[in-house]
C-alpha cells in the first residue's frame, strides 16, 4: 500500500488530508512540526511527502533541502500563493506545488501524477470485473472491449479516480467537457446513464439527490 507523509501544523488540516487519502487507500502518518518530520523520513520509506511550508521547528524549504537527497517525491501545501514562493519550492526539487485551500479532487490527482512520474502507480486501472486502460483508452469488461465515445471514457476515468467522492452535475461537465454551464445536466444524466448501462454499474454508480454522483469505492 502507498504510504504517505503528511506534514501539516493544523491539526484539523491534517486530519482532512488523512481522510482524503483513505478513500484513495493511501496509508499516512502526520507530523506536526519540522524536525519530527524529518525523523520520520530519516526512519520510514515513505512514496510521497505532503509539506506544509509554515511550520514550527523547520519550515518546508528547510526540510526540503535536507531531504533533497533521499529521493522522496514532494508536494508542498501552502496558504503562500505567490508565483516566487512557488517557484521557490519547485526550485528547491518539490514535484508540485499546491496552494490551501485545495478540493479534494484536485489533491488526489495531483498525487496520482506525481506517483505516476515516479512509474509508482500503473496506467490501467480496475474496478470489479472491468479494466480500464488510460494510454490505451480501451475499457473491457470481463476482458471484452466495450464500445464507449471519448466522453464517456473520460468521465468513467474521473469517477474512477475520485471513488467515494460525492461529485456535482456542474463540477463533472467543467470536468469533462472543458467550461462552465449552468442547465447541461441532462448531458451529464445522459452519459451516467451509459455508463450504468455499458459497465453494469446500476448500484455502484449512484445519484446522490441534490448533490451529484458517486462511484462506490472498493478495495483493490
Sequence with gaps: MTKILIV????AIAA???EILKLSDYSSDICNNGPDALQAVCTTDY???LLDVMLP???GFEIMDAIRDFGFPVIFLT????LEDKVRGLRAGADDYIVKPFEAMELTARIEAVLRRK???DASYHYRNIEYQEDSHRVLLDGKAVHMTPKEF?????????????ISREKLFESIWGYRSEGESRTVDAHINQLRKKLGLQNELLTVPRLGYR????KS
Excluded at 8 to 11: C, F, S
Design 8 to 11: 501539516e501544523d493544523e491539526p
Design 16 to 18: 482532512m488530508i488523512r
Design 47 to 49: 512514496d510521497l511527502i
Design 57 to 59: 521547528g523547520m519550515d
Design 79 to 82: 496558504a503562500k500563493q505567490g
Design 119 to 121: 512509474n509508482q502507480i
Design 154 to 166: 473520460e468521465l468513467f476515468g474521473f469517477f474512477l479516480k475520485n471513488q467515494g467522492l460525492v
Design 215 to 218: 462511484l462506490i469505492r472498493i
